[in-house]
């Protein structure tokens, strides 16, 4: 079955913005997100939702668990996701994301951050079914 769109990517810089207000700076160094549980239901919308909100924790995650040499203290982490495409196979979804991000880190000694580290835009593609959740890869 051919791939299809869900929308522009365009979207995900929308749910970066949004999630960087909602975020806020709470003082303390942020530690790793769990993820999300697989919908009791997979379909096409079921799966592209899960698979966005699995790679934002995968983003996250990645960047508390190793944030670059010099970076001290990850202060925030703001991670937006969202499908771009799905494409049914016989024992499943392949679903492929857009993703934004960006984090703060360090302590001017005030509360407030000293760095900022936008990345950049990338796709990842994931295979998930009823058992399985796959990261096959991403564009990064």
């Known amino acids: 079955m051919p791939s299809k769109p869900l929308g522009p990517a365009v979207a995900v810089v929308g749910v970066v913005l949004l999630a960087g207000c909602l975020g806020g700076l709470t003082g303390d160094a942020v530690g790793p997100r769990e993820y999300p549980d697989r919908p009791p239901t997979l ?7 899960y698979v966005a909100d699995y790679e934002e924790v995968y983003r996250h995650n990645t960047i508390v668990e190793d944030p670059g040499e010099g970076v001290e203290r990850i202060r925030e982490v703001v991670v937006g996701a969202g499908p771009v495409s799905v494409s049914e196979r016989d024992d499943g979804y392949e679903v492929v994301v857009s993703v934004g991000f960006y984090y703060t880190f360090g302590d001017d000694g005030s509360g407030q951050p000293t760095g900022i580290a936008d990345g950049r835009p990338y796709e990842a593609t994931y295979f998930v079914n009823e058992t399985t959740t796959e990261r096959l890869g991403d564009t990064l």
């Open 43 to 49: 379909n096409e919308e079921t799966a592209a939702a």
